[in-house]
């Protein structure tokens, strides 16, 4: 039996995707590094520190630790510059309704991000109440892949992981939850998150009875 929902944020419950590559590719420019749109969905789903090293392979470039730190320190302040502009228009279509949908079955909602930034987005979107648990970058170290973020935010509702369903819209984070043991919900495109359960385009139209039924 599902008893608990844990969401990934970007390209799931908001899309600050945009924002992440605005950032990274003013970054990677500064570091002498060509960067587009095809070499930033390598980073979906990666932490700051993955998509860093990621960036310097694909240029072919080295950092000290202390440049290291001072390029991801300026990467997330050109980020921030874009979110504290951020408000409730940016939640995807569909989402509002179908988190009520869930609350009213009963079940507990969690947020898994990688992003450090989670609580800020959530509260500049006016979702923070949603949640009955905000797992992000600043409480787990293990990247997706890994179930670390997962199988916190079932720790953290005191649920079992295999009561949980995940919905996310990256192929690391369905590998994660697949680790985690958890049902999982692709958010996107059916030829890229296939090792999901299944996939939905959007939330639109959806509530989690029909996400249930499907899981049977």
Known sequence: MKTACIFDLDGVIVDTARYHYLAWKRLAESLGVGFSEHDNEALKGVS?????????????????????????????????EH???????EI??????????????????????ASKNALLILQQIGLRDHFDA????????????DPEVFLCAARELNVPPQACVVFEDAVS???AACAAQMAVVGIGH??????????????????????LAKLK
């Open 190 to 211: 059916a030829q890229v998150l296939h090792q999901a359960d299944f996939v939905l385009p959007n939330f639109l139209g959806m509530d989690i009875a029909a996400v």
């Open 83 to 89: 979110i504290h502009k951020i408000g409730p228009e």
């Open 173 to 175: 984070g369905v590998q």
């Open 48 to 80: 700051r520190i993955e998509s860093l090293k990621l960036i310097l392979k694909l240029g072919g470039k080295e950092l000290s630790a202390e440049e290291f730190d001072a390029a991801l320190a300026r990467k997330n302040a050109w980020y921030l």
């Open 92 to 113: 995807l279509p569909g989402v509002i309704e179908f988190l009520q949908s869930v609350r009213a079955r009963g079940m507990k909602i969690a947020l898994g991000s």
């Open 134 to 145: 905000i797992v992000d970058g600043n409480k787990v170290s293990l990247a997706k892949p």
